[in-house]
T-cell receptor, first 109, second 112 residues
Framework: QKEVEQDPGPLSVPEGAIVSLNCTYS??????FMWYRQYSRKGPELLMY????GNKEDGRFTAQVDKSSKYISLFIRDSQPSDSATYLCAMDTGNQFYFGTGTSLTVIP | DSGVTQTPKHLITATGQRVTLRCSPR?????VYWYQQSLDQGLQFLIQ???????AKGNILERFSAQQFPDLHSELNLSSLELGDSALYFCASSPTGGDEAFFGQGTRLTVV
């Protein structure tokens, strides 16, 4: 079983839709949870970082962590064509990062 | 701009050769990570350094090695290159190794 599971998609939505991206994990030692956005062949860009259960909001992005269910989500409101990218979840024990394989998102104008 | 600098941006070399990829972390970051991303593949963790010392090792081949220098920059050495080593190689840095990591723009290695 992989440490982090992420549906690779692809996911295609119309502009303005709410997007939900999810990851599950198996390691209870994960303390920190992150979401990265990666445009094609570019370096991953950190979007959200959290270390506790609950919600964290930043503009159109909301990160949700449920440690009891070992489940994290990223919600994108009012999605834009510029949001088209691959989204990677990442988790950290404090010593090492574990990445999901990424979900490819396309927002159609 | 994440503040992490990787050089070179592109590298084309022949099978059997050796190359060195360089990474300068963000100012003040002590931890450096190396990742490999092949076409349409996820990020594969290779190795992590913290303040000059190896902290964690992932799926790094024996033909690959890395080090972090006293000024905290890091180099990833790839030797006896094979066609399958063609990939994007990313470096990331974080302040302590237990917090968020910031990625460079990567080095695109093509082995021909």
């Amino acid at each position: 079983q992989k440490e982090v599971e992420q549906d690779p998609g692809p996911l295609s939505v119309p502009e303005g839709a709410i997007v939900s991206l999810n990851c599950t994990y198996s390691n209870s030692a994960f303390q920190y949870f992150m979401w990265y956005r990666q445009y094609s062949r570019k370096g991953p860009e950190l979007l959200m970082y959290t270390y506790s259960s609950g919600n964290k909001e930043d503009g159109r992005f909301t990160a949700q962590v449920d440690k009891s269910s070992k489940y994290i989500s990223l919600f994108i409101r009012d999605s834009q064509p510029s949001d088209s990218a691959t989204y990677l979840c990442a988790m950290d024990t404090g010593n090492q990062f574990y990445f999901g394989t990424g979900t490819s998102l396309t927002v159609i104008p | 701009d994440s503040g992490v600098t990787q050089t070179p941006k592109h590298l084309i070399t022949a099978t059997g050769q050796r190359v060195t990829l360089r990474c300068s972390p963000r100012s003040g970051d002590l931890s450096v990570y190396w990742y490999q991303q092949s076409l349409d593949q996820g990020l594969q963790f290779l190795i992590q350094y913290y303040n000059g010392e190896e902290r964690a090792k992932g799926n790094i081949l024996e033909r690959f090695s890395a080090q972090q220098f006293p000024d905290l920059h890091s180099e990833l050495n790839l030797s006896s290159l094979e066609l399958g080593d063609s990939a994007l190689y990313f470096c990331a840095s974080s302040p302590t190794g237990g917090d968020e990591a910031f990625f460079g723009q990567g080095t695109r290695l093509t082995v021909v």
